[in-house]
């Protein structure tokens, strides 16, 4: 069983940076891709982006190319969503999720694992 967890959220004025860690232990055999997403009060779990876990290719939603930047770190099991630039509509809970797909997804039903979500709040 794959265990996610996610850190690095908080307040952060429009403008800023903050940089989530999402930490996976557990069974992680058959776990090939991960990707965040994040969910607004109100709103469906949205895709950020993806990368996966052999090679570093990367996929990322229109919303957030060129603002956000998805890496992993192997050997630590960490995957990280860097955040620049961020705006009050980026507020939302953000999630970490993993994938048994071979190939880069962007659905929420492509994803098996999922961790709690971590608050990231933008303001003016």
């Known amino acids: 069983q794959e265990q996610l967890v996610e850190s690095g959220g908080g307040l952060v004025q429009a403008g800023g940076s903050l940089r989530l860690s999402c930490a996976a232990s557990g069974r992680t055999s058959n776990i090939y891709s991960m990707g965040w997403f994040r969910q607004a009060p109100g709103k469906e779990r949205e895709f950020l982006a993806a990368?996966?876990?052999?090679?570093?290719?990367?996929d990322y939603a229109d919303s957030v190319a060129g603002r956000f930047t998805i890496s992993r770190d192997n050997a630590k099991g960490t995957v990280y969503l860097q955040m620049n630039g961020l705006k009050r509509e980026d507020t939302a809970v953000y999630y970490c999720?993993?994938?048994?797909?071979?190939?880069?997804?962007?659905?929420?039903?492509?994803?098996?694992?999922w961790g709690p979500g971590t608050q990231v709040t933008v303001s003016s």
């Open positions: 999720a993993a994938s048994t797909y071979w190939t880069l997804r962007n659905g929420v039903r492509d994803y098996s694992y």
């Open positions: 990368i996966h876990r052999y090679g570093g290719t990367t």
